[in-house]
């Protein structure tokens, strides 16, 4: 049996989870939804650099799910018109661009269509080494042309197939932060704007500001849904970019903005100070301690200003 550094694991009968073990300990969460002649996937995780066995003997996240999707009978569909045997195509969307979400992407760039918020385009074409942090963790940035810039509330289709799926941009842990809601599964597929246990990164190309206005944003959408899906007895599920794969979506949202609140006004828990990047960093959580924000000072300074909560951050502390 051959080693490799993922994991893969149904999440839901047309959907499947890949989790990647690697050196950097970021574990992303990689989704996979299958369609009769086409493949969504959702993130491409750290690359195949970054296996925290360098040792294993599959390290390509491409190769690996293909091999995956082969043994389930997945890979492959037959051309009505030619009776010829042909794999799925695959479409490629990125939650955001941050190392962890995109470095496997260079290897789907030749042949997939590849999906991208289209809030800030600029973000991604001016210094992606930089804005992605993959110049800051010598992770080679990946080189792709973008076939598709998604909007707002962007119902999704691709050749006349539809994907069930909606698009939502939402800013704030990234300018160019997306959310996908699946309506056949009832999955809303949060990147970085929600998760659980570890905190929220608000760092160099974070807003707060914009990341709030997401959350509101957020809850509302995902409101109606429950309340459209109340008949059938069932609620939306968040599948996060990290640690959560089927927590209920509207709940998440509320805690979190409750935990966004308290941490501008100074009431969540400081738990941790440090220097990262030469970066003064404040971690504060919630009593729960299963949400919470890791901030950059002057993003928490900028935005406390902004909604008028005057109180003083703890100093700096010395690398």
């Known amino acids: 049996m051959t080693t490799s550094c993922f994991s893969f694991t149904p999440l839901n009968k047309s959907t499947y989870k890949v989790v990647q073990d690697d050196s950097l300990n970021e574990l992303p969460f990689i989704y996979v939804k299958?369609?009769?002649?086409?493949?969504?996937?959702i993130d491409t995780g750290c690359g195949p650099n970054h296996a925290k066995d360098p040792t294993v003997e599959e390290k390509s996240i491409r190769?690996?799910?293909?091999?995956?999707?082969?043994?389930?009978?997945k890979l492959?569909?037959?051309?009505?018109?030619?009776?010829?045997?042909?794999?799925?195509?695959?479409?490629?969307?990125?939650?955001?661009?941050?190392y962890d979400h995109i470095g496997g992407l260079f290897e789907f760039a030749d042949?997939?269509?590849?999906?991208?918020?289209?809030?800030?385009?600029?973000?991604?074409?001016?210094?992606?080494?930089?804005?992605?942090l993959c110049c800051a963790f010598n992770i080679p940035t990946p080189k792709f042309t973008v076939s598709h810039w998604l909007e707002q509330n962007e119902h999704l289709t691709f050749n006349d197939v539809d994907l069930h799926l909606e698009a939502l941009i939402t800013p704030g842990h990234t300018p160019d932060e997306i959310a996908l809601y699946d309506s056949e599964e009832?999955?809303?597929?949060?990147?970085d704007s929600l998760y659980e246990v570890l905190p929220i990164y608000i760092i160099e190309t974070s807003n707060m500001i914009e990341y709030v206005a997401s959350l509101d944003m957020?809850?509302?959408?995902?409101?109606?849904?429950?309340?459209?899906?109340?008949?059938?007895?069932?609620?939306v599920t968040t599948a996060s970019g990290h640690i959560t794969d089927s927590a209920?979506?509207?709940?998440?949202?509320?805690?979190?903005?409750?935990?966004?609140w308290n941490t501008l006004k100074g009431k969540a828990i400081l738990t941790e100070q440090k220097v990262m990047r030469k970066k003064n960093i404040l971690i504060y959580m919630n009593e729960a301690n299963n949400v919470g924000f890791m901030c950059i000072d002057n993003k928490l300074e900028?935005?406390?200003k902004h909604f008028g909560f005057e109180w003083e951050l703890p100093a700096p502390v010395s690398a």
């Open 34 to 41: 299958v369609y009769p002649t086409l493949l969504v996937l």
């Open 63 to 73: 190769r690996y799910i293909e091999t995956n999707l082969e043994n389930e009978g």
């Open 76 to 98: 492959k569909y037959v051309d009505p018109e030619t009776s010829e045997t042909k794999n799925k195509q695959w479409l490629v969307f990125i939650t955001h661009t941050h």
């Open 111 to 132: 042949d997939s269509s590849i999906f991208i918020s289209g809030y800030s385009q600029e973000y991604i074409l001016n210094d992606l080494g930089c804005n992605s």
């Open 186 to 191: 009832h999955v809303f597929y949060a990147g």
């Open 218 to 235: 957020m809850l509302k959408y995902v409101q109606a849904k429950n309340k459209e899906l109340e008949p059938l007895g069932v609620r």
């Open 248 to 260: 209920d979506t509207e709940n998440l949202i509320l805690e979190t903005q409750e935990c966004f």
């Open 302 to 304: 900028e935005a406390k």
